[in-house]
C-alpha cells in the first residue's frame, strides 16, 4: 500500500464560526471558508482526518484520541454566553492505536485515550463539526505536548507518516490555531471585533503570504520568532507549524490558498489550504536536521533505567550481540563508528589501501537505526526510511575513513547491499547521487536476503590512504 | 446582619492524583493508594476546618483558564462526569455541586466596579473543571457545603506577573469586601501547586512512591523559601517575590490564586499552619492554613 497526505489546512480554534457566524462579518466569512475547505476535502477523495489541536495540551508525552464515538456537550471556558456545542464524532481508533504504536517505535513517550466523557477541546470540535460534519470521514485527534520541542514535534508527525503509508491512507493534514493569539482581554462587541494589534497583524499577513506561496517549511523555521512576536507565552505555542511542515515533508513548494483571514476577539484565525502539489518552483535547503528519533530528555524518572530501556526500544533486542573490535595488525577502529557485530575491525590498512569491513546505519552509542528498523523486536516488518538510512551509512564511512587519515574523495570502489531491491533503490540511488557519487567510485549493487541486524543497506568500501 | 467574616483561608492543590489516590465512590479508576504525605495533610486540614463553623468555600481554579477577564459560577446546582485532559487515566469523576451563586454575584459586581473585566457563568451545559473539583473534594469530600468558583484569569502570560498581581489583589480586596457585607462565614481557598515543573513521564504504576520526588533542587529550595514565610507571618514577602519565583519556579502561582489569597487575608502577618508537604509528578504541593480567626480580632 501507497498512503499519503493529500492537503493540509490550518483553521482556527474559536467558536465563533460555529456558534454565531452571523454576529459579525468577519466571522461569517470564516465560516464560509471552512465550508469550502469541507468541500475540498470532500473532492480529494480523503478518507482520514487528522486534527493536530493546540487546544488539547498535554503533559506526558502525546495524548491521541481513540474513542470510536466520542459524545458529549461541550461550553468553551471563556465564551461560554455563546452557546453549547453537542458533539459525535468518528474515530478511527485502529488508526490511533497505530499511530501511538508507531511513536514508540520513534522513541517518543506517547499514549491513546478512550473514555466516556473524556473533554474533547475546542479547537478539535470546531474543526471537526465544521469541516467533517456528517461524520463522513473517520478523523483521529492528537494533542499539543507543552513541553514538547521542534524535534519531538516533527518525529511525532514523521510517526503519522509512517502508519499513513503503511495502511495506504488518503489523509488530511489539519492544525487547529490561532495565528496571532492575543485576544481582547475585556469583552466588546461583536461588530468591534478586529485584530488586536497592528504588529499582530503585519506579522499574520506575513506568514500567511509565506503560506500561500506554499513556503510551510519557512513558516516552520520560523516558529520560534513568530511565538515570540505575536502570541501569549506559554502552554501554546506555534509548535503545529513544526508537525505540518513535517507532514508535508519539510517542503516550501507547496500550493496555498488563503481562505479566509479575520480576527476572532482580536486573535488572528485563519483558514488556510495547502496542497501538496508542487508549484515548480524551486525547493530550498532544509536548515535544521531532520530528526528521525526523539532522544530527548524524557527520562525524568528514573535517569538510568528509562535511558536504557529508550536505547533499546530503538534496537531490536533480538539483534545480534555488539563486540569490541580487535586491535589486529593494520586494523582501524573508530570510537565514532557503531560496534561491530562479531570480532572484526572497523577497517584493516594494507599497503596504501584501506579495506572497511561492511558499514549499516547503526549509530555509535545508541545503536539506534537511522530512518527505523525494518522490522519489530517481535519480527513483523515496519515501515523505514531508506534514504535516511543510507545516509546514515555513507556518515558512518566517513567517520571510518577520517579515523584512518583517508577521506571520501579517496574511496576506490562501494559494494553495496539491499535487502529489497524493488523498494529500496531509487532512495539508495538518489542518497548516493547526492553524497558518494560526488566522489565518483566504482559501485556494484546486490539484492540480498538479510543482515544480521534489521536494517536495509550496507556497503563495503575499499579506499586509499 | 452580622458582618461576615473569613475564618481561614488555605492554599489547597489539586492534582487529581490525590483523588485517585483516595479511591472516594465518586472516581471511577482505583489506586493502592500514593502521596500519603500530602493526603495526611488534607487530613489534618479537614479536621482542623471541621472546628471552625463557615457557610461558604470561595474558591479559585487554576483549570479554568479564562482570557477574557475572570469569570464566576452563576448558577446553583452542577452535576455530571469530570475526566481530566491530562490524566484520564486517573480522573473520571462524578460530582455534584452547589454554588452560592449570590456570594459569586455579590464579588462579581464589587469586582466590576472596581474596574475589572468579570462575567457569570450561566451555561447549565459547563463542565466545572478538575481542579475545582479536585480541591473542592479534598477539602470537603461530601460537598455539603455552597461554593463560590471564580476562575483564573491568565493576565501573567498576556502581560506580566505584576499585572496579574495587581489585578489580583483588587480581587482579593473586593472578595473580602463582598463576604464581610454578606454576613457569611467564609473559608478562602487557592487551588494551586507552587513549583510546577512535572515530569513528562509516567511510571507503570502511577502511584509508585518510589518513583515520586521534586523535579530539581531548585525547585525544592523555592518552595521551601515560600514555605518558610508562610509560616513565619510574612506574606508581604511573598508577594514580593512573586514574579521570581513564578519564573524560576515554573510555579503555579501564575494563575493568580496566591496573591489572590493572600489579599483576601490583607496579607497575614501571623504565622499560617503547614499541614503538608508533597511531590506530584515532580510538581511541589503544599497544604497550609491561615486560621484568621484565631488572629483576626473581629473574626468571632
Redesign the interface.
Known amino acids: 500500500m501507497n498512503g499519503s497526505l493529500v492537503g493540509s489546512y490550518v483553521v482556527p480554534v474559536h467558536p465563533h464560526p460555529l456558534l454565531v457566524p452571523e454576529q459579525n462579518e468577519g466571522w461569517g466569512r470564516l465560516r464560509a471558508a471552512f465550508d469550502e475547505a469541507r468541500d475540498a476535502i470532500k473532492d480529494s477523495g480523503a478518507d482520514l482526518l487528522i486534527i493536530y489541536s493546540t487546544t488539547?495540551?498535554?503533559?506526558?508525552?502525546h495524548q491521541i484520541q481513540a474513542d470510536p464515538n466520542p459524545q458529549w456537550?461541550?461550553?468553551d471556558?471563556?465564551?461560554?454566553?455563546l452557546?453549547?456545542m453537542d458533539y459525535s464524532f468518528n474515530i478511527d481508533a485502529e488508526f490511533a492505536e497505530a499511530w501511538n504504536e508507531a511513536n514508540h517505535n520513534r522513541g517518543l513517550?506517547s499514549r491513546t485515550?478512550a473514555?466516556?466523557?473524556?473533554?474533547i477541546?475546542v479547537g478539535s470540535v470546531v474543526a471537526l463539526k465544521l469541516l467533517n460534519p456528517d461524520n463522513a470521514i473517520p478523523a483521529v485527534i492528537v494533542s499539543s505536548?507543552v513541553?514538547a520541542n521542534r524535534s519531538e514535534t516533527t518525529v511525532l508527525a514523521k510517526a503519522c507518516l509512517d502508519v499513513i503509508k503503511k495502511t495506504g491512507r488518503k489523509a488530511v493534514a489539519v492544525t487547529a490555531m490561532s495565528m496571532s493569539n492575543?485576544?481582547?482581554?475585556?469583552?466588546i462587541d461583536p461588530s468591534d471585533d478586529r485584530i488586536h494589534s497592528l504588529k499582530d497583524d503585519e506579522w499574520n499577513r506575513k506568514v500567511l503570504e509565506f503560506l500561500e506561496e506554499g513556503r510551510l517549511e519557512d513558516v516552520a523555521q520560523l516558529s520560534r520568532t513568530i511565538h515570540q512576536q505575536i502570541r501569549?507565552?506559554?502552554?501554546v505555542t506555534f509548535k503545529p507549524m513544526w508537525w505540518l511542515s513535517a507532514m508535508n515533508g519539510n517542503r516550501n513548494n507547496l500550493t496555498g490558498r488563503v481562505l479566509a483571514y479575520e480576527a476572532l476577539?482580536g486573535a488572528g484565525g485563519a483558514v488556510v489550504q495547502l496542497d501538496p502539489t508542487s508549484t515548480g518552483m524551486g525547493d530550498k535547503e532544509y536548515d535544521e536536521d531532520d530528526v528521525e528519533y526523539y532522544r530527548g530528555?524524557?527520562?525524568?524518572?528514573?535517569a538510568e533505567e528509562?535511558s536504557a530501556e529508550s536505547t533499546e526500544s530503538l534496537t531490536p533486542s533480538s539483534g545480534p550481540a555488539l563486540w569490541e573490535p580487535p586491535e589486529s595488525k593494520g586494523a582501524v577502529n573508530s570510537n565514532a563508528a557503531p560496534k561491530p557485530v562479531g570480532m572484526y575491525p572497523h577497517a584493516r590498512q594494507v599497503g596504501d589501501l584501506l579495506y572497511l569491513s561492511g558499514v549499516g546505519p547503526r549509530q555509535p552509542g545508541t545503536n539506534a537505526i537511522p530512518g527505523g528498523p525494518i522490522r519489530d523486536d517481535d519480527g513483523n516488518p515496519i515501515e523505514y526510511d531508506i534514504k535516511a538510512q543510507t545516509r546514515a551509512v555513507v556518515e558512518n564511512i566517513a567517520r571510518i575513513l577520517e579515523e584512518a587519515g583517508s577521506s571520501m574523495d579517496k574511496i576506490v570502489d562501494v559494494t553495496s547491499f539491499l535487502v529489497d531491491m524493488d523498494r529500496d533503490f531509487a532512495g539508495y540511488n538518489e542518497v548516493w547521487a547526492e553524497t558518494l557519487g560526488h566522489y565518483g567510485p566504482t559501485r556494484t549493487t546486490l539484492a540480498i536476503r538479510a543482515l544480521p541486524t534489521p536494517i536495509a543497506v550496507e556497503m563495503k568500501v575499499i579506499a586509499k590512504i | 446582619m452580622a458582618k461576615g467574616s473569613i475564618v481561614a483561608g488555605c492554599l489547597a492543590p489539586h492534582p487529581p492524583h490525590l483523588v485517585y489516590a483516595e479511591n472516594p465512590p465518586q472516581n471511577e479508576p482505583t489506586s493502592e493508594g500514593g502521596w500519603e504525605q500530602l493526603r495526611w495533610g488534607y487530613e489534618r486540614l479537614r479536621e482542623s476546618l471541621s472546628k471552625i463553623d463557615h457557610d461558604v468555600l470561595v474558591l479559585l481554579s487554576p483549570h479554568w483558564q479564562t482570557y477574557v477577564g475572570t469569570h464566576f459560577l452563576g448558577i446553583p446546582h452542577f452535576e455530571g462526569l469530570s475526566v481530566d485532559p491530562v490524566f484520564p487515566n486517573l480522573f473520571r469523576y462524578t460530582y455534584d455541586m452547589n454554588i452560592d451563586v449570590e456570594l459569586s454575584q455579590a464579588i462579581h459586581d464589587k469586582a466590576k466596579g472596581s474596574g475589572l473585566a468579570v462575567k457569570m457563568m450561566e451555561n447549565p451545559d459547563f463542565r466545572v473543571d478538575y481542579g475545582t473539583i479536585t480541591t473542592g473534594h479534598m477539602v470537603n469530600p461530601a460537598f455539603d457545603k455552597p461554593l463560590v468558583v471564580i476562575s483564573s484569569n491568565r493576565s501573567t502570560h498576556y502581560y506580566s506577573v505584576e499585572v496579574m498581581q495587581e489585578m489580583m489583589m483588587e480581587l482579593g480586596r473586593v472578595t473580602r469586601e463582598a463576604i464581610e457585607e454578606s454576613g457569611k462565614k467564609a473559608v478562602i481557598l487557592a487551588s494551586n501547586s507552587l513549583s510546577h515543573r512535572h515530569f513528562t513521564t509516567e511510571s507503570e504504576v502511577p502511584e509508585d512512591m518510589s518513583k515520586e520526588h521534586i523535579a530539581s533542587h531548585a525547585m525544592h529550595l523555592w518552595d521551601m523559601r515560600i514555605i518558610d514565610y508562610m509560616r513565619t507571618g510574612q506574606a508581604q514577602r511573598i508577594l514580593d517575590e512573586m514574579p521570581e519565583f513564578t519564573e524560576q519556579a515554573i510555579a503555579e502561582s501564575d494563575g493568580g490564586g496566591l496573591t489572590w489569597l493572600l489579599s483576601t487575608l490583607s496579607v497575614p502577618d501571623y504565622p499560617a499552619i503547614l499541614h503538608g508537604y508533597g511531590t506530584i509528578i515532580g510538581t511541589g504541593n503544599a497544604i497550609v492554613e491561615w486560621p484568621c480567626y484565631a488572629n483576626e480580632g473581629d473574626v468571632q
Open positions: 488539547w495540551p498535554s503533559i506526558i508525552g456537550t461541550l461550553v471556558q471563556d465564551f461560554h454566553d452557546g453549547s513517550q485515550v473514555y466516556h466523557g473524556f473533554p477541546d505536548n513541553y492575543r485576544m481582547f482581554t475585556e469583552f501569549v507565552q506559554k502552554v476577539h530528555e524524557r527520562n525524568v524518572l528514573d528509562d
